[in-house]
C-alpha cells in the first residue's frame, strides 16, 4: 500500500474535521456511529489499493495453483522413476555384496603374488596335460579326431592362462607395492619367478661331475634341451 495515498486520506479527514466546533468534535468522539459515518463519507483511496492487492495476490495464488497443478503428472512420473532408481541401487548394492563375498569366499587371503603363483602352476599342468595327449596319439593309443579335440582345448587353457600370468608379472615388475598388497586380507608374500614361462626349461650350468663332451672349465656351458616336436609345432 502506498504511504502517499494514506496520508492524503488522512489529509482529508483532518480537512474536514478542521470545520467543525468543539461541540461536534465532542460528539464525534463520544459516538462510534458517527466516527464510522465519516470514514464511509471519506474516500478512502488507500482502501481501495488494499482491496487491489488482495485481488492481484489471490489471483496471483490461482495462477501459481494452476501451474502447479499442470505440473502434477510430470511430478508424479519423476517421483515414480526416483523410486525405480532408488530400488535398482539397492538391488545393485546387494548384487555387489553378494559378489564380494563369493570372492572373498574363493580368494581367501590370496595375494597377487599367490595368484600369479596358480597361473603358472596351471600354465604347466595343461602344457603337461598337452604332451600326454600328443604322446598317446603319436603311440596309436587315440584317434585323429580325439587327438585335435583334446589337445587343441588344453593348449587354448594353457596359453591363456600363460596370457594372464604374464600380464600380471608385468604389473608387479610396473609397481613391486603391489607384491605386498593382498586381494582381500594380509597373506604372507611369495617368492615367484615372474620370468617362469612353460615349455621352455631353466638354463642351469652343468655338474663338473657330469661326463659330458662340453668344457666344464669357467665358460659352464649348458646342455641342450631335449627336443620336443609337439611343443614346438603346436
Same mark, same amino acid.
Given at each position: 500500500?502506498?504511504?502517499?495515498?494514506?496520508?492524503?486520506?488522512?489529509?482529508?479527514?483532518?480537512?474536514?474535521?478542521?470545520?467543525?466546533?468543539?461541540?461536534?468534535?465532542? &460528539?464525534?468522539?463520544?459516538?462510534?456511529?458517527?466516527?464510522?459515518?465519516?470514514?464511509?463519507?471519506?474516500?478512502?483511496?488507500?482502501?481501495?489499493?488494499?482491496?487491489?492487492?488482495?485481488?492481484?495476490?489471490?489471483?496471483?495464488?490461482?495462477?501459481?495453483?494452476? =501451474?502447479?497443478?499442470?505440473?502434477?503428472?510430470?511430478?508424479?512420473?519423476?517421483?515414480?522413476?526416483?523410486?525405480?532408481?532408488?530400488?535398482?541401487?539397492?538391488?545393485?548394492?546387494?548384487?555387489?555384496? &553378494?559378489?564380494?563375498?563369493?570372492?572373498?569366499?574363493?580368494?581367501?587371503?590370496?595375494?597377487?603374488? #599367490?595368484?600369479?603363483?596358480?597361473?603358472? #602352476?596351471?600354465?604347466?599342468?595343461?602344457?603337461?596335460?598337452?604332451?600326454?595327449?600328443?604322446?598317446?596319439?603319436?603311440? @596309436?593309443?587315440?584317434?585323429?579326431?580325439?587327438?585335435?579335440?583334446?589337445?587343441?582345448?588344453?593348449?587354448?587353457?594353457? %596359453? #591363456?592362462?600363460?596370457?594372464?600370468?604374464?600380464?600380471?608379472?608385468?604389473?608387479?615388475?610396473?609397481? +613391486?607395492?603391489?607384491?605386498?598388497?593382498? @586381494?582381500?586380507? @594380509?597373506?604372507?608374500?611369495?617368492?615367484?619367478?615372474?620370468?617362469?614361462?612353460?615349455?621352455?626349461?631353466?638354463?642351469? +650350468?652343468?655338474?663338473? %661331475?657330469?661326463?659330458?663332451?662340453?668344457?666344464?672349465?669357467?665358460? @659352464?656351458?649348458?646342455?641342450?634341451?631335449?627336443?620336443?616336436?609337439?611343443?614346438? %609345432? =603346436?
Amino acid at each position: 500500500m502506498s504511504i502517499e495515498i494514506l496520508q492524503s486520506d488522512a489529509k482529508a479527514a483532518v480537512a474536514k474535521l478542521s470545520s467543525l466546533s468543539n461541540n461536534e468534535l465532542d &460528539e464525534i468522539m463520544n459516538s462510534d456511529e458517527k466516527i464510522e459515518q465519516i470514514l464511509n463519507e471519506l474516500e478512502q483511496s488507500y482502501l481501495k489499493e488494499i482491496e487491489n492487492e488482495k485481488e492481484n495476490i489471490m489471483a496471483n495464488n490461482h495462477s501459481v495453483a494452476e =501451474y502447479n497443478l499442470s505440473k502434477e503428472p510430470e511430478l508424479v512420473e519423476l517421483r515414480e522413476k526416483v523410486q525405480e532408481l532408488s530400488e535398482q541401487g539397492e538391488e545393485l548394492s546387494k548384487s555387489v555384496e &553378494e559378489k564380494m563375498k563369493i570372492l572373498r569366499e574363493k580368494g581367501g587371503d590370496m595375494s597377487l603374488e #599367490t595368484a600369479l603363483a596358480l597361473l603358472q #602352476t596351471a600354465a604347466s599342468e595343461m602344457e603337461e596335460d598337452s604332451d600326454k595327449i600328443a604322446q598317446k596319439f603319436l603311440d @596309436n593309443d587315440s584317434d585323429l579326431d580325439d587327438f585335435l579335440d583334446q589337445f587343441l582345448v588344453k593348449r587354448k587353457l594353457m %596359453h #591363456t592362462r600363460l596370457v594372464k600370468a604374464e600380464k600380471l608379472s608385468k604389473l608387479l615388475q610396473r609397481d +613391486p607395492s603391489l607384491s605386498n598388497i593382498p @586381494n582381500y586380507i @594380509n597373506s604372507p608374500p611369495l617368492n615367484i619367478n615372474t620370468n617362469y614361462i612353460p615349455g621352455v626349461p631353466p638354463v642351469s +650350468p652343468p655338474s663338473v %661331475h657330469q661326463g659330458v663332451p662340453y668344457p666344464t672349465g669357467p665358460f @659352464n656351458m649348458p646342455m641342450p634341451p631335449a627336443m620336443n616336436y609337439f611343443q614346438n %609345432h =603346436y
